[in-house]
C-alpha cells in the first residue's frame, strides 16, 4: 500500500490497513515517586525486532540529569559491552562529544529539563534477537541538545528495559514503548 | 542503611543488596556534561 487511505467515520478497516500501521504501543510504564531505577518488563518480545522508546514528563531531584539505560534478561541485567557516541551542542554554541567505550550502559539516553521533565525518543534496534542491539536518539534538556547512538556488543536476547538515573532521583513521568511493524 | 528505591514494572521497593551494588557500578561510570549537579 503506498497512498495511504482516507478514513471515515463508522468506516470497517481492512485486514491489509491494520497490518500496516507502522508503531505498536507495546507498553506504558508510569514512573513510581522517589525511584533511582525503573526496569520494563516485557519491553521486546519476538513480535518486533525494532522499538521505539519516547520517555517525557515527571520531575527531577538533580537539574538536567540523565538517564543511563541497560538491557536485562530474566533476572541478569547486562553491565558490559556497552558503545556510544554523544554528540551536542549547547544553546550558546559549539559542538562537544562524550563517548562510552565498552562501558556499564548506554549514557545520555535522556536528558532532564533543569529538574521539570525527561526528553528522549530512542530507538533501539533488534533487542530482542540473539545479537548485538544498536541504538539511536536524541534529546535536550535546559541548554544543550545531542543525539547519540551506539550498540551492545553481546549477542544476547533482552525482553527488559532498565533505566537509571545518573544523579537523584526521578518522580512520575511517562516511558512508552512503540513497536516498529515488521 | 536505606538503599535507594527501585521500581521493576508497578513495583516500588528498596533495592537488594546486589542490585545497590550494580546501581553504585552504573551511576559511577554515568558520564557528566559541564554545568551538570
Known amino acids: 500500500m503506498t497512498t495511504p487511505p482516507v478514513f471515515s467515520v463508522g468506516q470497517y478497516n481492512t485486514a491489509a490497513y491494520m497490518n500496516s500501521i507502522g508503531l505498536w504501543l507495546v507498553k506504558t510504564q508510569t514512573i513510581g515517586t522517589g525511584v533511582s531505577s525503573v526496569t520494563i518488563t516485557g519491553a521486546f518480545t519476538a513480535d518486533f525486532d525494532n522499538y521505539k522508546v519516547v520517555i517525557s514528563g515527571g520531575t527531577q531531584t538533580s537539574a538536567n540529569t540523565l538517564l543511563t539505560a541497560q538491557l536485562r534478561t530474566g533476572s541478569t541485567t547486562s553491565t558490559t559491552g556497552y558503545y556510544y557516541s554523544f554528540i551536542y551542542s549547547p544553546f550558546t554554541g559549539g559542538l562537544l562529544t562524550v563517548n562510552g567505550n565498552n562501558t556499564t550502559g548506554w549514557g545520555f539516553v535522556a536528558h532532564s529539563l533543569g529538574t521539570s521533565g525527561w526528553s528522549a525518543s530512542i530507538d533501539i534496534l533488534r533487542p530482542y534477537a540473539a545479537v548485538p542491539t544498536s541504538f539511536f536518539g536524541g534529546g535536550a534538556r535546559g541548554d544543550l541538545a545531542g543525539m547519540n547512538g551506539g550498540y551492545h556488543s553481546a549477542a544476547t536476547s533482552y525482553d527488559q528495559l532498565v533505566l537509571t538515573v545518573g544523579s537523584g532521583t526521578m518522580t512520575g513521568g511517562t516511558i512508552r514503548i512503540y513497536g516498529y511493524r515488521d | ?37
Open chain 2, 1 to 37: 542503611m536505606t538503599r535507594p528505591l527501585i521500581q521493576i514494572d508497578d513495583e516500588v521497593r528498596e533495592m537488594t543488596e546486589q542490585e545497590y551494588a550494580e546501581y553504585l557500578e552504573t551511576t559511577a561510570n554515568a558520564p557528566q556534561l559541564g554545568g551538570d549537579e
